[in-house]
C-alpha cells in the first residue's frame, strides 16, 4: 500500500469513527439507547423479514440520480436540479404511458424511455441557458426544480388535460391512475425478499458508464471539457456540445430513475402512482450520493446501498422512542466524514507543493 493510499485509509477510518461517535452522543441526548436504534435500524432495512430487498428497491433510484450527477460532474458542470428533472421524467411516463398503451412489456419500454426523455428536455433547458446565454446551471437547475413541482401539481389537478386519473377528480388529493400489474417492471422473489429489476438496471448502468468514463474516448473528451477547457478547445472538443450532452445525460437518468420508482417502487414510491411529493427527496439523496462517492460510477453503488439502509430503516427507529429524522442527521455526519478525507489531502498536498516551491527559490 502507498503512503497516499495508507493517508486516505486512516483519514477515512478516523472520520468515520468521529461521526459514529458523534451520532451515539446525539441519539443518547435525545432519550434513546444506541444499542437499541442500531438494531432497530438494521432490522428494519436488513434484518428483517423482506427488508434487504426494500433496501435494495430504495437504493436503485438512487444510484441512478448519482450517475447523471457523475456524468454532469465530468463536464464540469453543477446539476442540482434532479429532484425536478425526477418529477418531469415521472410526469412524462404516466402522460406517454397511459396514451400510448399496448401490451405490458410494450408499456414498460415506453415508460421508462419518456422518463428518460422527460428529465433530459428539463435538464437541457438549464444547458440551453448555460451555454447560449452565460446563465449558471447551478442557479437554473436549482431554480427549476419549483417549476417543475407545480407543473406537476397543476398536471394532476387537470384530468382532462394532463396526468390525474378519472377516480381523483373532485377528491382533494389528486393522483394519477395505477399502472396494470402487467405494466409493472418485474420482481425477483429470493430468500423472502422482493427484488425490483431496477436495481439490476441501476448496477448495469453504473458498469456501462464507469467503463465508458474510463476507457472511450468519449469519457476521455468529457473529462477534458470538465477539466481543462482550453486544452478541450486546442483539440478540437466543443464545450457546449459535450456540455449539452452531458446536462442531457444527466437530467436523462434522474428521469429514469423517476420511472423506475413508478414501474417498480411499489408502496416505497406512491404504489405505481404519481402522487403529489412522489420524489420523496431521492433526486437530492442521489446528488449526495454522487458527491460521497466523489464522481466515481462504481463507487456510487455501495454508498447508494448505504443511504438506501438508512432510508428504509428510519421508520423502525421511531419504534424506539427516538424520532425518525435523527436517521438524517446521522446521515449528514456520514456525509461529512467521507468527504473530509480528501480535503484534507488535497490541502495537504497543496501545502507541500508551496514548501517545494519555496525550497527552490
Known amino acids: 500500500m502507498t503512503s497516499r493510499a495508507a493517508r486516505y485509509l486512516t483519514l477515512y477510518i478516523a472520520s468515520v469513527a468521529v461521526a459514529l461517535s458523534a451520532s451515539v452522543v446525539l441519539v443518547q441526548a435525545t432519550g434513546g439507547e444506541w444499542r437499541t436504534v442500531l438494531s432497530a435500524l438494521l432490522d428494519g432495512s436488513i434484518l428483517g423479514p423482506g427488508r434487504w430487498g426494500q433496501t435494495l428497491g430504495a437504493a436503485a433510484p438512487m444510484l441512478l440520480v448519482a450517475l447523471g ?4 460532474g465530468r463536464a464540469g458542470l453543477v446539476n442540482i436540479g434532479q429532484e425536478g428533472q425526477l418529477l418531469m421524467g415521472t410526469a412524462f411516463a404516466v402522460y406517454f404511458g397511459f396514451r400510448i398503451g399496448g401490451p405490458g412489456p410494450f408499456t414498460i419500454i415506453v415508460l421508462l424511455v419518456f422518463g428518460a426523455v422527460g428529465g433530459a428536455v428539463w435538464a437541457m433547458i438549464a444547458g440551453g441557458l448555460r451555454f447560449w446565454r452565460g446563465v449558471p446551471e447551478v442557479l437554473t437547475t436549482l431554480l427549476l426544480v419549483t417549476v417543475a413541482a407545480q407543473a406537476v401539481a397543476f398536471g394532476l389537478k387537470n384530468q382532462s388535460l394532463l396526468l390525474a386519473s378519472e377516480a381523483s377528480r373532485g377528491n382533494r388529493n389528486q393522483v394519477s391512475a395505477q399502472l396494470d400489474p402487467d405494466s409493472r417492471l418485474p420482481v425477483l422473489r429470493l430468500f ?24 472511450t474516448v468519449w469519457g476521455f473528451r468529457l473529462t477534458m471539457v470538465g477539466r481543462n477547457t482550453r486544452a ?3 483539440f478540437g472538443i466543443s464545450q457546449s456540445r459535450y456540455g449539452m450532452w452531458a446536462m442531457a445525460i444527466s437530467g436523462g437518468f434522474a428521469g429514469l430513475a423517476g420511472a423506475v420508482m413508478l414501474a417498480g417502487g411499489g408502496f416505497q414510491f406512491g404504489n405505481f402512482r404519481l402522487v403529489p411529493g412522489f420524489s420523496a427527496n431521492i433526486g437530492w439523496t442521489g446528488l449526495l450520493v454522487a458527491l460521497v462517492a466523489r ?32 436517521t438524517e442527521v446521522i446521515q449528514g455526519f456520514l456525509v461529512l466524514a467521507l468527504l473530509v478525507p ?20
Do not use: C, W
Open 69 to 72: 450527477t457523475i456524468v454532469a
Open 192 to 215: 423472502g425478499n422482493e427484488i425490483p429489476s431496477a436495481v439490476f438496471i441501476a448496477v448495469g448502468l453504473a458498469l456501462i458508464l464507469g467503463f465508458v468514463a474510463a476507457r
Open 232 to 234: 478541450a478547445q486546442r
Open 295 to 326: 464522481e466515481k460510477a462504481l463507487a456510487a453503488i455501495p454508498v447508494a446501498l448505504v443511504f438506501g439502509t438508512l432510508r428504509t430503516g428510519s421508520g423502525f427507529v421511531s419504534s424506539t422512542g427516538v424520532e425518525a429524522e435523527i
Open 342 to 361: 480528501p480535503a484534507v489531502v488535497f490541502l495537504q498536498d497543496r501545502r507541500a507543493a508551496r514548501a517545494m516551491t519555496k525550497a527552490r527559490t
